[in-house]
């Protein structure tokens, strides 16, 4: 299932001045480097949540996230998600919305369609809602990473970025040894133009699988 937005229009955003400035990176070149194809639409494949924790808890490969109870869907809305990720796939934002809408109206458990209705309302243009959903998210589930990095993400393509640093930091305080979590947390501190040891320090434990960092490192100034 879906995780974060490479079939819509979704970027982490590096705030394009600041990279222009500090690190010799056009606006062209920023939006394309840090696309988030693995931020939420992960390799995982179309499993049910327990995939996508099992993701999360191997984010990285010898420490896990908190454990958590694994949750099998419902199988009527396991097929609603799966007809929404179909309609995703074509860009029909509004019919994969109402398919999540009913996945998770038959099993209100059910998170990684939860996530992925909120990825497609903030698709769709719909942040607030998006926003809203993403912190429900995170209220009722906090063992689950993901709610937390794509809705720090989400805030820095608004250029929310305080708000965002706050978000990724509840991140990393959940999974400290996150990939994702410290991917987030670098570029946004970034984009505040925190050229920090910090923003360092992450973007070096990120860049064993993200090479978007890496790059970022190479032009640090």
Do not use: C
Not at 2 to 28: E, H, K, M, W, Y
Not at 43 to 68: N, R
Not at 99 to 120: G, H, I, M, S, T
Not at 162 to 179: C, D, T
């Amino acid at each position: 299932m879906r995780g974060f937005l490479p079939v819509v229009s979704g970027t982490l955003l590096l705030a394009p001045a600041l990279l222009a400035q500090n690190a010799g990176i056009n606006p062209a070149t920023t939006r394309a480097m840090i696309e988030v194809s693995e931020m939420g639409r992960s390799t995982i494949k179309p499993e049910s949540l327990a995939g996508s924790v099992a993701f999360e808890q191997g984010d990285d490969p010898t420490i896990s996230a908190h454990p958590v109870t694994p949750h099998e869907p419902l199988p009527a809305a396991r097929k609603a998600a799966e007809k929404a990720e179909h309609l995703a796939k074509r860009k029909q934002q509004e019919a994969a919305i109402a398919k999540y809408r009913e996945a998770v109206a038959l099993d209100p458990a059910y998170f990684q369609a939860w996530n992925n209705l909120a990825l497609e309302l903030n698709a769709a243009g719909k942040t607030d809602e998006a926003e809203q959903v993403f912190r429900r998210l995170m209220q009722s589930n906090p063992e689950h990473v993901l709610a937390f990095t794509n809705l720090a993400t989400v805030l820095s393509g608004q250029k929310r970025y305080a708000e965002a640093e706050a978000v990724a930091r509840q991140a990393m305080k959940l999974h400290k040894f996150s990939f994702k979590a410290n991917f987030v947390l670098g570029t946004v501190l970034i984009d505040q133009g925190k050229w920090s040891d910090e923003a360092k320090i992450t973007l070096q434990y990120a860049q064993v699988k993200y090479a978007e960092a890496k790059t970022l490192l190479d032009r640090w100034p």
